[in-house]
């Protein structure tokens, strides 16, 4: 009976019947619409929290939350592009946009000298409004040897991989990224507009071209309650 239960809030939860921010029926309301008992209720409430649908806090009730984005992990896609599969419109807040010079690190994976002229990207990714990731990207020489310097208004109004496209003639075709997980500073909950302690997910990301050259390189800070990630398996 739980997961029938679960399944119906389920359904009402996805056409909109209960949106992000709603309330749904209490334990006591599932037990007397359903007539089952507390034990049961409280399982189909459970197993909606687990999934991500909805947060539960004493005092508050069962609370519907923002669905999260998936992305798949074996396709290289813009933050645009996976906002826009999913019905979402996305925009971005730049903080800053500088020449600097490469650390050793960021270096290595754009296989350039230390200290080479690297253009350091940070900006507030937002979908709907409201702000999903941080981005700090570096570009390689390649990307602005020619094209020069994107302005804050090529970084606010669209994609980066669109510029890096359109404007420097520098398509990315491929790359490879490390995700790890861990808990948002002060400074990052606040530009997220999370509560600490708040999870999120950090992705580290090389992009390169055709010919194998690295384009870019990013640290990705998701928020963990809105973004998930996927990732196709098969058994050997």
Same mark, same amino acid.
């Given at each position: 009976?739980?997961? +029938?239960?679960?399944?119906?809030?389920?359904?009402?939860?996805?056409?909109? @019947?209960?949106?992000?921010? +709603?309330?749904?029926?209490?334990?006591?309301?599932?037990?007397?619409?359903?007539?089952?008992?507390?034990?049961?209720?409280? =399982?189909?409430? #459970?197993?909606?929290?687990?999934?991500?649908?909805?947060?539960?806090?004493?005092?508050?009730?069962?609370?519907?939350?923002?669905?999260? &984005?998936? !992305?798949?992990?074996?396709?290289?896609?813009?933050?645009?592009? #996976?906002?826009? =599969? !999913?019905?979402?419109?996305?925009?971005?807040?730049?903080?800053?946009? +500088?020449?600097?010079?490469?650390?050793?690190?960021?270096?290595?994976?754009?296989?350039?000298?230390?200290?080479?002229? &690297?253009?350091?990207?940070?900006?507030?990714?937002?979908?709907?409004?409201?702000?999903?990731? @941080?981005?700090?990207?570096?570009?390689?020489?390649?990307?602005?040897?020619?094209?020069?310097?994107? @302005?804050?208004?090529?970084? #606010?109004?669209?994609?980066?991989?669109?510029?890096?496209?359109?404007? =420097?003639?520098?398509?990315?075709?491929?790359?490879?990224?490390?995700?790890?997980?861990?808990?948002?500073?002060?400074?990052?909950?606040?530009?997220?507009?999370?509560?600490?302690?708040?999870?999120?997910?950090?992705?580290?990301? @090389?992009?390169?071209?055709?010919?194998?050259?690295?384009?870019?390189?990013?640290?990705?800070?998701?928020?963990?309650? !809105?973004?998930?990630?996927? &990732?196709?398996?098969? !058994?050997?």
């Amino acid at each position: 009976m739980w997961s +029938q239960i679960a399944e119906r809030l389920r359904r009402a939860i996805e056409d909109g @019947t209960f949106r992000p921010g +709603q309330t749904l029926p209490g334990e006591a309301e599932l037990n007397r619409r359903f007539g089952v008992s507390r034990t049961t209720s409280r =399982a189909a409430l #459970d197993f909606l929290e687990t999934e991500g649908l909805i947060s539960r806090k004493s005092g508050r009730g069962s609370i519907v939350i923002e669905p999260r &984005v998936e !992305r798949p992990l074996n396709r290289l896609s813009s933050f645009s592009e #996976d906002m826009r =599969a !999913r019905g979402l419109n996305p925009s971005y807040r730049t903080i800053s946009s +500088q020449l600097t010079l490469a650390h050793p690190s960021v270096a290595s994976e754009l296989k350039i000298s230390p200290n080479s002229p &690297v253009l350091e990207i940070e900006r507030v990714l937002l979908a709907d409004l409201s702000p999903m990731a @941080t981005s700090r990207t570096y570009l390689a020489p390649v990307a602005f040897e020619r094209a020069g310097l994107p @302005t804050i208004a090529n970084l #606010d109004e669209g994609s980066l991989y669109n510029w890096l496209q359109e404007t =420097a003639g520098v398509a990315l075709t491929g790359g490879h990224e490390r995700i790890e997980a861990t808990i948002a500073d002060t400074n990052l909950a606040q530009t997220l507009g999370l509560k600490r302690p708040a999870a999120i997910l950090v992705c580290h990301r @090389t992009s390169w071209t055709s010919a194998k050259q690295p384009v870019e390189y990013v640290v990705l800070h998701y928020r963990a309650d !809105r973004y998930s990630f996927q &990732v196709g398996l098969a !058994r050997s």
